[in-house]
């Protein structure tokens, strides 16, 4: 069966650095998604993406996050000066053009020392 | 404000005993209700998605309700078995142009043997 998948699985980094976080999502689908979790909390929702463009984002998802689609099967979450508070495990995710069920990969789970 | 309760918050239970959980929300305005198992340290998996018009559907142990005129939930789980050890979360999506996800807090259950 077809999956999300996620690299790499976990990221420790200084605080200030950039961070790439990658997903490769299910082949044939046309919407993307990045959430994250910081430990003991709910999930929240960081940005959708569609039509290589950015379709949503929350209040979460300021500039110092962006979102690329660099080639046909990759899709990556950077963000470019790491926080204390960006710690959490993020988890992409695809669907279909029903967006009717998201697909989660298994996520990244980022520690900022 | 858009907001997801889920209760209880946690719940413990024995194998083969049947549970059901809580999600109230004040979203507006309603696309769909979806109900995400999460094992720990994994990404949520889709159980159920239920839009407007939709009282109940199954998937094999789970079943989820919804009553949109009292805007809750409910997510019944029949003959639990050691595997049903998970947090489970209701996420309700805003329509807003593109979909706009909520996340509950979720209610952790364990399943005793």
């Known amino acids: 069966e077809p999956e999300v998948t996620q690299t790499p699985s976990h990221q420790v980094t200084q605080m200030g650095q950039e961070v790439i976080l990658r997903c490769v999502p299910i082949s044939n689908h046309l919407y993307f998604y990045w959430y994250r979790q910081i430990l003991g909390q709910k999930v929240e929702f960081l940005v959708s993406?569609?039509?290589?463009?950015?379709?949503?984002k929350s209040e979460i998802f300021d500039d110092q996050f962006s979102v690329e689609r660099p080639d046909g099967s990759n899709f990556t979450l950077k963000i470019r000066s790491t926080k204390l508070e960006d710690s959490a495990m993020y988890f992409c995710?695809?669907?279909?053009?029903?967006?009717?069920?998201?697909?989660f990969g298994p996520g990244t789970r980022l520690l900022v020392l | 404000k858009n907001q997801v309760e889920q209760s209880p918050q946690s719940l413990i239970i024995l194998e083969g005993k049947n549970c059901t959980l809580q999600c109230n929300y004040t979203v507006s305005p309603f696309s769909n209700l979806r109900w995400y198992k999460q094992d720990t340290g994994r990404g949520p998996v889709s159980l159920t998605i239920m839009t407007f018009s939709e009282n109940t559907k199954s998937n094999g142990r789970y079943t989820a309700t919804l009553d949109a005129d009292t805007k809750q939930s409910s997510l019944h789980i029949t003959a639990s078995q050691l595997s049903d050890s998970a947090s489970y979360i209701c996420?309700?999506?805003?329509?807003?142009?593109?979909?706009?996800?909520?996340f509950g807090t979720g209610t952790r259950l364990k399943v005793l043997a």
């Open positions: 993406f569609y039509n290589n463009e950015i379709s949503e």
């Open positions: 996420v309700v999506s805003a329509a807003s142009g593109t979909y706009k996800y909520i």
């Open positions: 995710a695809s669907s279909d053009h029903s967006q009717e069920t998201q697909y």
